[in-house]
């Protein structure tokens, strides 16, 4: 799983935090794994016609500008890519602002989409990382 969590840079708007979650796969499984917000998606309120912006840190297992998820029993690591488009065409750099676009000033939901390619040689765990989504508007 990867958590996400949301620090406000004003007071006007209302947060929840989401989980992008890959399932369950086994040790030996090799493939590309895509995900979005999806179910548990971040949604904001907000005064009509604000305009807003997103960037994400690198997360809590960062290194050499790598996200990676973490195994929680241990020090194995799995890269991973945030996009924020469903193509997942456009990647969500470390620190990126993008401009979040909506249509709903009640219903305002963050654009995060996730891939991770599996090795097949990992043991197996759960893998987590934490990531801080800064919303600024």
Sequence with gaps: DLHL????Q???CIRDSGTL?????????????STSLGGSTVTFQCT??????????????????TRNLKRTSGTQVLAYQLYRDAAYSQALG????????????TAI????YGRVQLTGTLP?????DVVQVTVTW
Excluded: C, E, F, W
């Excluded at 009509?48 to 500008?65: K, R």
């Design 5 to 8: 969590s949301i620090r406000r």
């Design 10 to 12: 004003r007071q006007m």
């Design 21 to 33: 979650d890959y399932g369950s796969q086994s040790a030996l499984s090799t493939g590309l794994l």
């Design 48 to 65: 009509p016609g604000v305009a807003m912006s997103m960037s994400l840190d690198g997360g809590q297992n960062t290194a050499s500008g």
């Design 94 to 105: 470390i620190g990126q602002s993008v401009a979040v676009s909506y249509s709903d000033p």
């Design 109 to 112: 939901k963050l654009p995060v």
């Design 124 to 128: 197996a765990g759960t893998y987590t």
